[in-house]
Each structure stands twice: as structure tokens, then as C-alpha cells.
């Protein structure tokens, strides 16, 4: 029985070990005897294309009759934002219907350091105060305008205009803008609108006035127009160019309010105050706006808006000034005692350099105390300003 089973697996035997003992080689086989190898290849980095350049068009509303009148303004225009810094690229003459107009192509961006188009911004103050009288509000803005001016921040037009049933006013100045440092920065193109004139031709003889006070500024104004106001009448719309960047609008200065502590009875006794706090606020090294008065309760006080440097710094801005309070810890038991220590106090503080813009003593008898309120700038004496109250 053994002797069979042995002879049985012999031949399976045989036949394995000649298919082991064969020799492979590449001509004996075919494709189909290798296995697949799977093989890693090298990585590769994702593909980069160097940054475009991006073309921008500069468009104007302006129509001619005649292709010939095209090429003298276009040729102008360009030279006009070649002027404000601006790299043109060329332009070409459209049909508009049956006039013609013109297209200008230019790059929307200027390197870091060129000197124009600035960076600056149109600004419009409004103190929120009604007046009855429109003499008042006259007065109030003429007094405004020459503030921003006398300030180094030049006044493109200030108006009176109707706020519930009273006169108020509003001044538009520009604002140098701050931008923050980056390689490159954007061209922007703007309008102004402003002015109000019964007749169009009214509106056309001052678009130079408006165009002048632009350049003066050293603002690039490359043209003004005559333009239609809702109320029927007219204005003047200047089309200007400054730079920007993707971080926002940054103004070198901005408002700030001291509301005063003084209470009166009658409002032209608070009015008749604001107007001599004034001068303190200049003494004090801000620059005064305007003075406005408010309702305290049944009687009347006032409040002062100023100019202060925005200092940007990582983190945020903190102004270049504010006003700061000092709380005497001391009581006295009359008021004319308080006041005489206020009196003596402020005029240490004038003598240190903290300008004093308002005061009060407070209290009741056996109990009075008083109040400073000065100007402080940032870092002096090591020490920040607060925002105002």
C-alpha cells in the first residue's frame, strides 16, 4: 500500500522540480509572466505663474459730434493723468449712436514712493446743531470754515441746509489719508459735487473756481461739469484721482467733543460761553471747530468739537490729544473757598504745560469740591490721553 502511494506522487514530484531548475530569461518569457511594479514618482510642485499686469479703462460721459473734435480731448486727458501719475497705455475713439467719445487705457496701480496722485479724503463735518436763526448758522459756519483753514486742512465748499425746520451747516474739507506702507497702491477715481446755482450757465462760469481750489490743494482734478440737482437747480461735479490701498481709509486727523460742565440758565448765556471757551481749546495746542449748545435737563450748557491726530500704531489709533479730568480730593466747607483752590490749581496746571479748557465746583455746603478738566497729548509726561467723555 505504501509502495503505491509513493509512486503516485512521484511524477508530480518530477514535474515540480523541472519547472524550478528552468533558467528565466527575457526571451524565454512574455509580458504576460511579469508582474506589474507599482513605482512612486517624485513629487512635483504645484505649477506658479508669475503676477499679471491688470489693465484698467478710463471712461468718460462726454459725447462730440464730430470724430475730429475726439482726439484733441482725449490727447488732453491723457496728458492730464500723466500727470497725476498715472501710467497710460493709449487710447482709442468710440462711437456713442451717432456721436463719439473716447477710451483711455491705463495700469490702476502706482509703485510705493511715487509722489502722486496723493493720498488724501473728502471729508464733511456737521456739528448737529439747529439753529433758529439763519443769521446764527451763518455765522456758525463762516467761523467753522476759517477753523479748518487756519487748522492746515483746506475747505472745498461749506453750506447752510435745512434740518427740521431749523438752519444748519456743514463744511467738506480734505484729509491727508495715512495709508499703511505696501509695495503698491491703487488709483481712484472720484466725483465732487457741490455748489447750488439757478442757472446751468451759473454752474459752468465756477467749475474753474472748483477746479483751482483742487490743484491748489494738490489734489489732480481732471475735469469739472454743470450737473443737475433734485431741487431743479444746478452744481459743479469735479472728477479728481488719489491712491488707496486694500486697508481702508486711514485720515490723519478726525473730530473729537468736550462737553462742557457749566450749567445756565438761558441758552444765549450758554451760547456766549462757547464761543469765549474757544480760545482756550487754541491756547491749549488743539484746534477749536465749532461750539454747539445742548439742553441739560431745564436748563442749557454747550459743547466744543476740536481737531486731534489719529496716531496709528499696531493694534489700533489713540489720539494725539484728548481731554482728561482731575478730581480734587480735598472738600471745603464754602463754595468760594472751592473756587479759589480751582482757581490756584488751574493756573499750576497752565504752568506745567496741561492747558485748562473747563472747570466746576460741585457740592453743597460743608461739602464743596471741584473739578479740572485739561488738554493732554500723547506721551507726555508717559502718559496716553483717554478718549473724551
Not at 486711514?250 to 471757551?277: C, G, I, Q
Not at 482756550?280 to 486731534?308: H, N, Q, T
Request: net charge positive; proline share 6%; hydrophobic share 40%.
Amino acid at each position: 500500500m505504501f509502495k503505491k502511494i509513493t509512486l503516485a506522487l512521484f511524477p508530480v514530484l518530477a514535474l515540480s522540480a523541472a519547472s524550478f531548475s528552468q533558467t528565466f530569461s527575457l526571451n524565454s518569457s512574455s509580458a504576460g509572466d511579469i508582474s506589474d511594479l507599482k513605482t512612486v514618482g517624485p513629487s512635483r510642485p504645484a505649477p506658479v505663474l508669475p503676477p499679471g499686469i491688470t489693465i484698467a479703462s478710463y471712461t468718460t460721459d462726454e459725447e462730440f459730434t464730430f470724430e475730429s473734435q475726439v482726439k484733441p480731448a482725449m490727447d488732453a486727458r491723457i496728458n492730464a493723468l500723466k500727470a497725476a501719475g498715472i501710467t497710460t497705455l493709449g487710447g482709442r475713439i468710440v462711437e456713442l449712436g451717432n456721436d463719439y467719445s473716447f477710451v483711455i487705457d491705463y495700469l490702476p496701480t502706482v509703485k510705493n514712493g511715487a509722489a502722486l496722485p496723493p493720498a488724501v479724503l473728502i471729508e464733511t463735518y456737521k456739528n448737529g446743531a439747529g439753529y433758529w436763526l439763519k443769521s446764527e448758522a451763518e455765522e456758525a459756519r463762516k467761523t467753522c470754515a476759517a477753523n479748518f483753514r487756519a487748522a492746515g486742512l483746506p475747505v472745498l465748499s461749506s453750506y447752510l441746509y435745512e434740518a427740521g425746520g431749523d438752519n444748519a451747516f456743514a463744511v467738506d474739507y480734505l484729509v491727508k489719508n495715512s495709508l499703511r506702507p505696501t509695495r503698491d497702491y491703487d488709483v481712484k477715481f472720484g466725483n465732487y459735487t457741490a455748489g447750488k446755482y439757478t442757472f446751468e450757465s451759473e454752474a459752468v462760469k465756477n467749475i474753474p473756481a472748483y477746479l483751482a481750489m483742487f490743484r491748489q490743494a494738490g489734489v489732480p482734478a481732471m475735469r469739472g461739469k454743470a450737473v443737475s440737482r433734485s431741487d431743479g437747480d444746478y452744481a459743479v461735479t469735479v472728477e479728481y484721482v488719489v491712491k488707496t490701498n486694500r486697508f481702508g481709509p486711514r485720515p490723519r486727523y478726525s473730530v473729537s467733543r468736550y462737553d462742557s460742565r457749566e450749567v445756565f440758565t438761558f441758552d444765549k448765556e450758554a451760547l456766549k460761553a462757547s464761543k469765549a471757551a474757544l480760545p482756550s481749546f487754541s491756547k491749549a495746542g488743539v484746534s477749536p471747530l465749532s461750539a454747539i449748545v445742548r439742553p441739560e435737563g431745564r436748563d442749557y450748557s454747550f459743547s466744543v468739537d476740536f481737531l486731534v491726530g489719529n496716531i496709528y500704531q499696531q493694534g489700533g489709533v489713540i489720539p494725539s490729544a484728548a481731554i482728561d479730568t482731575y478730581q480734587a480730593q480735598e472738600t471745603f466747607t464754602f463754595d468760594t473757598e472751592a473756587k479759589k483752590a480751582r482757581d490756584e490749581k488751574a493756573a499750576a496746571f497752565e504752568a506745567a504745560g496741561l492747558g485748562v479748557v473747563g472747570s466746576a465746583v460741585t457740592g453743597s455746603l460743608g461739602s464743596f469740591t471741584y473739578i479740572i478738566d485739561y488738554v493732554t497729548r500723547a506721551g507726555q509726561g508717559g502718559h496716553q490721553p483717554r478718549q473724551p467723555r
